[in-house]
């Protein structure tokens, strides 16, 4: 219990700062004023962030929502044994 309650009061010093920082840039952009975010090279990162969520997002539905421990690694996968061999299978 106590960790969760340093966890929360953790959490509750982050959230104000960031909610500042999303305030103040959703302002300047509403404003239509110049700055920091409105460059080339962070539009063109921006770009790269977003095409990395697509992807991940399609490769986690694709893999059915399944977690894994090494998700480079080609795993084994197993077949139960109520299931029969291929070749039984189309012989029938």
Do not use: K, N, Y
């Not at 090494?70 to 039984?88: C, F, I, R």
């Amino acid at each position: 219990m106590a960790f969760q309650a340093a966890m929360q009061s953790r959490m509750d010093r982050i959230i104000i700062p960031i909610a500042v920082v999303i305030a103040t840039f959703a302002t300047r952009d509403v404003q239509d004023m110049p700055g920091l975010m409105r460059t080339p090279a962070i539009r063109a990162l921006g770009e790269i962030s977003f095409g990395f969520c697509l992807c991940q997002g399609v490769t986690v539905i694709h893999d059915g929502g399944t977690t894994r421990d090494a998700p480079l690694e080609l795993q084994p996968q197993t077949v139960p044994a109520s299931v029969p061999p291929a070749a039984e299978v189309s012989a029938r």
